[in-house]
């Protein structure tokens, strides 16, 4: 028997793929499961029902074993539409008027950001901003450069409004830099994860924070003032702690990054790209400025990003069709976010239509009336932290819908709300459990190691949990 068949043959190999079909089995089975106990009840069921949260539990459980979250979400609606039991015409007006509402915005707000992301790129104003930042700071030691480095990717996330693709453009920059200085590869892990969390929380355009001022109906400055700035002060002061404590634990262990990643950086500055990064930074200024001014809604992203977009590359020197094209490019690669958000609203108008949290208010609603107001907050907090991956901004729109009217009656302030359902959003990037985005961070420093990412993102929630919690405590007293 040759080495391969051999290979092919042992336990070693077998046991992977035996996973894999256990999985693949387990996810279609509940899938099943769940769409043949909405088909049985959807001749009995009439709204109100408490039927109406097997939509909502099938996609959570689907979510949480690993099936793709688009195709969770198909189940998803079939399944409330099994319960509804509507007619062909109804579930092609409940379609139609799907698009048309919040949560499908949001996901169109997400596809052009990314548009936007690819004219930073290729104009060379992602780059120039981190050069900027590490030239202001400084690099030549520890401290300045893990600031540098923090404020590089909160800038750069902040803008682009998204955390993988934004750490993906800036890592080929600063990785040389903290190489040079001694770095390991997971502190530098760190300042990346911490940083993009921070300008994540500060993206004025980012779905899930779009999302949180549409619901709490508050713009931009009352956003940043309740929720996302103190979030951002606080992430930087305790990256400055938690990089040199991470560096310490892993210097020495062969966690450095290698010769071939010392000297300069990558990429050379792109010809014209200080000009289009000053464009740009004045029309984004001008943008949130007028936001936050004239109050501007869900809907104005839909507006600004693709003006963002054509300023910066013209003033990056792209011709009006290579502006569209990249916008175009950028854009098409979060096609399937989009699909996803207007299914989700289709789920939601479902799931209205069956009113089940009516069910749930009038039964226990009474007994939330009855909590104080910080109490309240810190259950529908918590409550959000377990939330879908991948889908926070619709989360958001959920909780809202859910439990908006009900705060409100119970005292819970305008910038309690905003700080319960910015947690609820962002809580769960910290931890218990991995996600994306510290994947993304940790693959972008070329790092392997998962579990200083998440004692990092621990790092940052215990404080984060104890300043919140003051927070509503101030502003439900």
């Known amino acids: 028997m040759s080495n391969v068949d051999s290979a092919d043959a042992s336990p070693g190999a077998d046991a992977?793929?035996?996973?894999?079909?256990?999985?693949?089995?387990?996810?279609?089975?509940?899938?099943?499961?769940?769409?043949?106990?909405?088909?049985?009840?959807?001749?009995?069921?009439?709204?109100?029902?408490?039927?109406?949260?097997?939509?909502?539990?099938?996609?959570?459980?689907?979510?949480?074993?690993?099936?793709?979250?688009?195709?969770?979400?198909?189940?998803?609606?079939?399944s409330?539409?099994?319960?509804?039991?509507?007619?062909?015409?109804?579930?092609?007006?409940?379609?139609?008027?799907?698009?048309?509402?919040?949560?499908?915005?949001?996901?169109?707000?997400?596809?052009?950001?990314?548009?936007?992301?690819?004219?930073?790129?290729?104009?060379?104003?992602?780059?120039?901003?981190?050069?900027?930042?590490?030239r202001v700071v400084g690099d030549r030691s520890r401290t300045a450069a893990t600031l540098g480095v923090m404020v590089s990717c909160l800038i750069l996330v902040a803008s682009l409004g998204t955390l993988a693709g934004a750490l993906a453009i800036a890592a080929p920059l600063l990785l040389p830099i903290v190489a040079r200085l001694g770095f390991t590869r997971s502190a530098t892990a760190s300042m990346m994860f911490i940083g993009g969390c921070a300008g994540l929380a500060l993206a004025p355009f980012a779905g899930s924070n779009v999302a949180i001022m549409s619901a709490a109906e508050v713009g931009y400055l009352q956003y940043l003032l309740y929720g996302a700035g103190p979030l951002a002060v606080l992430s930087?002061?305790?990256?400055?702690?938690?990089?040199?404590?991470?560096?310490?634990?892993?210097?020495?262990?062969?966690?450095?990054?290698?010769?071939?990643?010392?000297?300069?950086?990558?990429?050379k500055p792109v010809r014209g790209s200080g000009r289009a990064t000053a464009a740009f930074g004045i029309v984004l200024v001008a943008s949130v400025a007028y936001a936050i001014v004239s109050g501007a809604g869900t809907t104005f992203p839909l507006l600004a990003l693709p003006v963002l977009?054509?300023?910066?590359?013209?003033?990056?020197?792209?011709?009006?069709?290579?502006?569209?094209?990249?916008?175009?490019?950028?854009?098409?690669?979060?096609?399937?976010?989009?699909?996803?958000?207007?299914?989700?609203?289709?789920l939601f108008a479902a799931i209205d239509e069956l009113q089940p949290f009516q069910v749930v208010l009038d039964t226990y609603g009474a007994d939330l009336r009855g909590l104080p107001p910080f109490v309240f907050a810190l259950v529908i907090a918590a409550l959000g932290w377990v939330g879908v991956p991948g889908a926070t901004a619709a989360q958001v729109v959920l909780l809202d819908k859910v439990f908006g009217e009900l705060a409100a009656s119970v005292g819970v302030t305008t910038g309690a709300w905003v700080v319960v359902l910015l947690f609820a959003s962002k809580a769960d990037t910290y931890g218990p459990f991995p996600n994306a985005n510290m994947v993304s961070a940790m693959s972008l420093a070329r790092s392997t190691n998962l579990k200083n990412t998440l004692l990092t993102g621990f790092a940052l929630l215990v404080p984060c949990c104890l300043m919140y919690a003051a927070i509503l405590f101030f502003e439900t007293s």
């Open 80 to 134: 409330a539409l099994l319960i509804m039991l509507p007619t062909p015409a109804a579930v092609g007006e409940l379609l139609g008027e799907s698009l048309g509402e919040q949560v499908t915005v949001i996901g169109l707000v997400i596809m052009l950001g990314a548009g936007v992301g690819e004219i930073l790129r290729s104009t060379g104003i992602a780059a120039t901003i981190v050069r900027g930042v590490m």
């Open 309 to 346: 977009g054509i300023v910066a590359g013209l003033a990056g020197g792209l011709g009006p069709v290579e502006i569209a094209t990249q916008m175009y490019r950028g854009a098409a690669r979060l096609v399937n976010v989009f699909l996803l958000f207007w299914l989700l609203a289709v």
């Open 236 to 267: 930087l002061v305790a990256g400055l702690l938690i990089v040199p404590w991470m560096q310490r634990r892993t210097e020495g262990t062969g966690d450095e990054y290698d010769a071939a990643d010392l000297g300069a950086t990558d990429e």
């Open 16 to 78: 992977p793929a035996g996973r894999s079909r256990v999985r693949s089995l387990t996810i279609t089975c509940s899938a099943i499961a769940g769409l043949v106990l909405s088909a049985a009840v959807g001749p009995f069921a009439q709204a109100p029902t408490l039927w109406g949260l097997v939509p909502i539990v099938l996609y959570a459980v689907l979510a949480l074993i690993g099936m793709d979250i688009i195709v969770a979400t198909v189940v998803a609606v079939i």
